[in-house]
């Protein structure tokens, strides 16, 4: 099982350049989210998904922008990358609409914007 | 605003004693817990949860113990071995959003 799939591994941005980080599930979850991770502050949610066609803010969602076209998919784009973007960015899913079960995680996601 | 915290960053234990990692929550409406556990360089994986109508749930070698009154909760590794060495997160949920706390580094000395 592939589980929550998260690709690039690892980038390396300058500071005003846009990319998108790609998340894809295989487990038919209506919910999916984006978290980050930095030192000292645990996870924080940026945005979130209930189902396709459906997104909503998380806890610090500036600079980020998100869609659901498909159930299996959750992009995250970031259109001016700022230094304050570098971190850990971790796409998590789970069966339940309301994050009520199990977050399945990916890899994760290493962006630093130089 | 809504936090979860953790009373202790770094926790260090003996191969084979109970390791207890605890964990404040904020917001009394909060209605579903969970424990996460993150290794180096992975994501994090779950551990166990709780549902706020419960006090105590058990796991495989984990016991989570939740005290509504003081917005409390805690994670029990019985026979703590080197492979739980981590970072465990809990999380809380309030209005269908799940808000981790900052993780506590477990290290175990063999």
């Known amino acids: 099982n592939a589980g929550v799939t998260q690709t690039p591994k690892f980038q390396v941005l300058k500071t005003g350049q846009s990319m998108t980080l790609q998340c894809a599930q295989d487990?038919?979850?209506?919910?999916m989210s984006w978290y980050r991770q930095d030192p000292g502050m645990g996870l924080r949610l940026i945005h979130y998904s209930v189902g396709a066609g459906i997104t909503d803010q998380g806890e610090v969602p500036n600079g980020y922008n998100v869609s659901r076209s498909t159930t299996e998919d959750f992009p995250l784009r970031l259109l001016s990358a700022a230094p304050s973007q570098t971190s850990v960015y971790f796409c998590a899913s789970s069966y339940a609409t309301s994050a009520a079960g199990e977050l399945f995680f990916g890899e994760g996601s290493r962006l630093t914007v130089l | 605003g809504e936090s979860v915290g953790l009373h202790l960053p770094t926790l260090s234990v003996q191969e084979g004693d109970n390791s207890i990692i605890n964990c404040a929550y904020s917001n009394s409406a909060s209605d579903y817990f969970i424990w996460y556990k993150q290794e180096s360089g992975k994501g994090p994986q779950f551990i166990i949860d709780i549902r706020s109508n419960m006090d105590k749930r058990q796991g495989q070698r984990v016991t989570v113990l939740l005290n509504k009154t003081v917005k409390h909760l805690s994670l029990q590794i019985a026979a703590t071995q080197p492979g739980d060495s981590a970072v465990y997160f809990c999380a809380s949920r309030v209005g269908g959003k799940l808000i981790f706390g900052q993780g506590t580094e477990l290290s175990v000395k063999p």
């Open positions: 487990m038919n979850h209506e919910y």
